[in-house]
């Protein structure tokens, strides 16, 4: 699917997106359908792996905006699957159920990642922007020729090339590539939270709620989506815990993970109930809480997990990704608008650039609170770090 740059003579870009997640995928379809011209740039030719999400009913009208309605059988989303709801044994070893089926949308959806970032970066394509898979972002220089900001040096599996762009999008994930490179620090950084995940196998379990499950050394995750063949189901079951405890250690390694998951009060026997079986290797993926410094400067801005990442307890990932790009997407594409030549006006002090950078700060403390809220209803466990860390910062954010 990617556009064959090297036979495209001109380089020049309206702005120059780095990342093709749902942040970046998502940042270019909204500036493509301004009539942008948007060059989204991705180092991974064909990930193998990402953690499937859950997303609540509310996220539904995002996913319309960018792929099509789901409830729409011809247009067969690929990657999107139904959830009835979320069944969770948290405050209490009482489960609590949240049914989806009161809402005004009826059902939530449970994401595999692979097909569903594939499907954004279709659309993207599809809406007019071009897709450079297989090219890693070197480096940025400012320039001032009066019609471009940056000249961006970009590298293919041979040799390396430049690029012009008015506007740089930094939508590289937590690793915020392109903020790092023009020295703009992450802070707030105050977790150590890493997600380990395990896929299992069964043929006929058609349950459909997210699961999750609060326990000693952190907590659990659980959703189902279909699997490659037929009847076939897959399930994928991750531990969330401190990089630093024991049960990080434990959880790395196959015998140590099914240790801890035997000791879980619910999803151990729901395992065992619909005869799974672990299939793969154990993948693991950060999952600590950070944000930028500044979420956005001269001519460039940082949008989704590159500009800050929540906790997976947040069910916020791809949601946030969604919404936050479709801001930066609209309050970019105005300020280009506004100032067609030159640096002038597209500085964090543009009054559309700082409508996203407030918006962005806002979102910050909200998450902030809601994280410590949920964490500090938890209340087993209070001699276990893992817990006694997350009181303490429950605590911090609630002053």
Known sequence: MPSPIRDRVDTTWDVVIVGAGPA????????????????????????????????????????????????????????????????????????????????????????????????LRAQAVAAGATLLT??????????????????LTLAPETGTRQHRARYLVDCSGRRAVVARTLGVPTVENDDRLFAYAQWFSCVGDDDRYTRIEAAPHGWWYSNRLPGPKGDDTRRLVVLHTDK???????????????????????LAPLLKAGG???????????????????????AWMAVGD??????????????????????????????LTDCPQGTAGLGSRDAYIQKYNEQQRQLWQTYLSQRGYYYGIQPRWSDQPFWQRRRQLANEASR
């Not at 297989?134 to 000249?151: E, K, L, P």
Request: charged share 20%.
């Open 306 to 335: 590159a500009a800050q990442a929540y906790d997976p307890l947040s069910s916020q990932g791809i949601d946030k990704a969604l919404r936050t790009a479709s801001h930066a997407g609209h309050m970019i594409h105005y300020a």
């Open 134 to 151: 297989g090219v890693r972002f070197q480096s940025c220089a400012r320039i001032a020729d009066g019609s471009f900001n940056w000249q």
């Open 24 to 119: 970046g995928a998502a940042t270019a379809i909204t500036l493509a359908r301004f009539g942008q011209r948007v060059l989204l740039v991705e180092e991974r030719v064909s990930p193998k792996f990402k953690l499937g999400e859950s997303l609540p009913p509310t996220s539904i009208g995002m996913v319309k905006y960018f792929l099509g309605d789901p409830e729409d059988p011809e247009q067969q989303l690929p990657g999107i699957f139904r959830t009835a709801g979320n069944f969770s044994l948290w405050a209490t070893e009482q489960a609590d159920i949240a049914d989806f089926f009161f809402t005004s949308a009826g059902f939530g959806l449970c994401v595999d990642r692979l097909a569903f970032d594939e499907a």
């Open 276 to 298: 799974y079986q672990s299939c793969g290797t154990i993948r693991g993926a950060p999952a600590n809480s950070q944000r930028l410094r500044d979420f956005c400067g001269d």
């Open 244 to 266: 630093d405890l024991p049960a990080a250690r434990m959880a790395a390694d196959q015998q140590g993970f099914d240790q801890l998951l035997d000791a879980s009060t619910h």
